[in-house]
């Protein structure tokens, strides 16, 4: 299905909006991609780069003619943003999101969408912990799934264009209901990163052991929480501020659990924890299994050439 | 400095011990390296890959005339294991060890060792989520940090000499008085783990979302968990109950940080958790630049070839 959207425009250049940029072009689904960022240094850089086939400083030449608008800035910059361009889209125009909260989106921009303008909410599941236009690239989505969040107010039509777009950057699209969406976001990627977050702080923050303790021994198992700690602290602030409710949920959760755990080991309940170990062993593998990982990622360790 | 130990017995031949074994051969450093494991399967295995010389299904003759014998099996096996082995250990003969606690272990075998035998506690920093004879290969220890932490009853000498045994195998070599490193390891990988086997459990227990959707987008985050989580149960349940008195008091320290955390997000407060975030971008930068980490690792995700 080429060309669904004639003119599309990317607003936010960072990784996600620059490989989605690319990501279009590898797929030449569309003959206009118009990119818009407050910097002029990413505009520059994303021309640069070529992200994107041209760059606006305004919201009203950027979305100007366009068919799909595309909010990938932080999630408390939609509702000014679409305020801003309101005026400037063509009836018709599809907006969708790549933000990681749906629910309270969807209400932030419910009641300010122009007449004949849809807002397809959306929510691609990929991402590294680098940010900005450097970090992007056309194979961000391949295999990865997308979720989009329709609510009563969309047309089939909307939703189905929007998922042959995601489909056609390589993504699989998966229609989630949106409250379902932020408690399964909730506990597979705002709860790690919080406590990804939180140990990286309190092993920054201890007074008897050096934070050059701290990097020289990181092999045993804390570079894997600093990797998803560095992502960008903007976007991450906004989304626990977004999914607030459901977050805080998993949290309760996640703490009943730490607190049996804590109790084993007080115990020294060994057998208490080999139990509960032996079982998380198990999800590595379904996820192994499922294609959302390889099981010889090296994690900066090189085995050898042979 | 070849052949420094002339006969080397590895006890436990696991992706440690094992890639013990095949560092020994790649740095040609001892004449006869020979195996232990409990499970026959496991010898058989570690001869048709290569891991050690031989192997030996009793402990009378693997360590039998050995120079440096090397405990690489749980925490909970160090104990018994010496006590069975002492009346074969020929004098002058040093054992070391890999466990992740050494406070405890070295309590553990105060008071068992032989006349003429020293134990100089050790911990390489090195691991993946693998377990088992398969698993090990002969890089595991390049340019990672092993410690040593000798106590009062260790000569000069000893410590010297499995000093060099590390290095030749490609360690990096620190000494550590043995609390600092349970509290180092408490903060740098065994909260870590904790909190990872902590997750992936809480996960999986959960009513309203089920296994198959945590794996479908473990790409947001919750994969990076899952690795760690994999670990070997009956190792990490070990560690948990020999390091418990520094793991409780670093979960302390993480559960108080993670209330603020909390706080946070209750109160919506967007600028508070920018500013934590931003500050542990940082360390994930200082691992990188410290050589213990890649920035380009890919965690499952395969950029353009190019």
New interface residues.
């Given amino acids: 299905m080429n060309n669904t959207f004639e003119k599309v425009c990317i607003l936010g250049l960072g990784l996600i909006g620059g490989s989605i940029g690319l990501a279009i072009k590898r797929s030449n689904i569309s003959n206009q991609i118009t990119g818009y960022a407050r910097s002029n240094s990413t505009l520059e850089r994303a021309i640069e780069l070529g992200l994107v086939d041209s760059v606006k400083d305004n919201l009203k030449d950027a979305v100007n003619n366009s068919d799909l608008v595309i909010l990938a800035t932080p999630l ?1 910059t939609f509702r000014e943003l679409v305020e801003d361009m309101s005026p400037f889209l063509k009836k018709g125009c599809i907006i969708t999101d790549t933000g ?1 909260a749906k629910l309270t989106v969807i209400e932030d921009l419910k009641d300010i969408l122009p007449n004949g303008v849809e807002f397809v909410p959306g929510h691609p ?5 680098e940010s900005g236009p450097d970090a992007g ?4 989505f391949d295999n ?2 997308c ?1 989009l969040t329709p609510t009563e107010d969309n047309s089939s039509n909307a939703v189905d264009l929007v998922k042959d777009f995601w489909e056609s950057i390589g993504s699989k699209v ?1 229609i989630m209901d949106p409250m ?1 969406h932020d ?3 909730a ?20 007074a ?2 050096t ?1 050059k ?19 960008d ?2 976007m ?3 989304i ?2 977004y999914n ?1 409710d459901a ?2 949920e ?2 309760d ?3 009943n ?2 607190a049996k ?2 109790a ?3 115990k ?4 208490l ?2 139990s ?6 198990e ?5 192994i299994d ?1 294609g ?3 099981s010889d ?8 050439e042979e």
């Fill in positions: 408390s990681s599941i990929a991402g590294t912990e690239f056309a194979e961000l990865r799934w979720i998966e379902h408690k399964v976001l506990i597979t990627s705002h709860i790690p990163h919080l406590i990804a977050f939180n140990i990286v702080g309190t092993a920054n923050n201890l008897n052991v934070e303790e701290v990097v020289k021994y990181s092999a045993g198992g804390f570079r894997d929480f600093t990797r998803i700690a560095a992502s602290p903007k991450w602030s906004d626990f501020t607030s977050v805080l998993m949290l959760l996640f703490s659990d730490l755990l804590k084993a080991v007080i020294k309940d060994s057998d924890l080999f509960n170990f032996e079982k998380t062993r999800v590595r593998k379904n996820i499922a959302q990982e390889e990622v090296d994690f900066g360790r090189k085995k050898s």
